[in-house]
């Protein structure tokens, strides 16, 4: 069974970066890609970013283009988000997903908190 294991994130001031890790067991390959959503209070989940693990192309939401970089390693079947430049409105619960087939995983989420 694929599982997709979350940590970053945290409490960060406007301006500031922060890192999450999506690490996929058993292994990065168990999947064929992996995305990024958030979730804010009161809002809908929100597609934030996606890596297809063939050819390693990318696709970033418009509000964090320019800002985010989604990336992977695949020696520690982790993916990466990297978060630069964080604004209030990036405060959310920031979730992986990966899918292979007709089958979604998802991580479990973690917080991430913009503020002054």
């Known amino acids: 069974q694929v599982q997709l294991v979350q940590s970053g994130g945290g409490l960060v001031q406007p301006g500031g970066s922060l890192r999450l890790s999506c690490v996929v067991s058993p292994s990065i390959f168990s999947i064929n890609f992996i995305r990024w959503y958030r979730q804010a209070p009161g809002k809908e989940r929100e597609y934030v970013a996606i890596?297809?693990?063939?050819?390693?192309?990318?696709n970033y939401a418009e509000s964090v283009k320019g800002r985010f970089t989604i990336s992977r390693d695949n020696t520690k079947n982790t993916v990466y988000l990297q978060m630069n430049s964080l604004k209030l409105e990036d405060t959310a619960v920031y979730y992986c997903?990966?899918?292979?087939?007709?089958?979604?995983?998802w991580g479990q989420g973690t917080q991430v908190t913009v503020s002054s």
């Open positions: 997903n990966g899918e292979i087939g007709r089958n979604s995983f």
């Open positions: 890596i297809i693990n063939s050819g390693g192309s990318t």
